[in-house]
């Protein structure tokens, strides 16, 4: 966001000096080709970097979903039986209550680490 101000005052004052010139042409089709240079490589690195963002932010939030899932699958698995037996704990409860829980905490991890901790860099 940065650059659009720079490069804004950059054409500001170069067009100020070739106002002032006896032949302004040459040096507006340099300064046009500088900036549009600098425009374009502010896009494409810009693509990259939230390209870049998107994709190892998933791959956080897929590894952090699956760690989340194994953790507590391995978890469960050391109760007893008699906490299955339970009405409040049948299999489908346990299975929607590890989902939501699971869902939770990676669209946490996803608002802040992929959408908001980038807008602080």
């Known amino acids: 966001a940065q650059v659009n ?14 106002a ?6 040459d040096a507006g089709w340099r300064m046009l080709g ?6 374009l490589t ?6 990259f970097i ?13 590894n952090l979903s699956r760690d989340l899932s194994q953790k507590i699958i391995e978890r469960i698995l050391t109760y007893r039986m008699a906490f299955y037996t339970s009405s409040e704990n ?3 409860k346990l299975q ?3 989902d939501y829980g699971v869902s939770s ?5 996803q608002n802040f680490f992929i959408d908001m901790l980038p807008l602080f860099a």
């Open 5 to 18: 101000a720079f490069v804004l005052r950059y054409a500001v004052d170069t067009l100020t000096e070739i």
């Open 20 to 25: 002032t010139l006896a032949d302004p042409w």
């Open 34 to 39: 500088i900036i549009s240079a600098v425009l």
């Open 42 to 47: 502010k896009e494409v690195l810009s693509i």
């Open 50 to 62: 939230s390209f870049g963002q998107r994709f190892y932010g998933e791959k956080i939030r897929i």
């Open 90 to 92: 049948d299999s489908g």
């Open 96 to 98: 929607t209550r590890i």
């Open 105 to 109: 905490l990676t669209s946490l991890v």
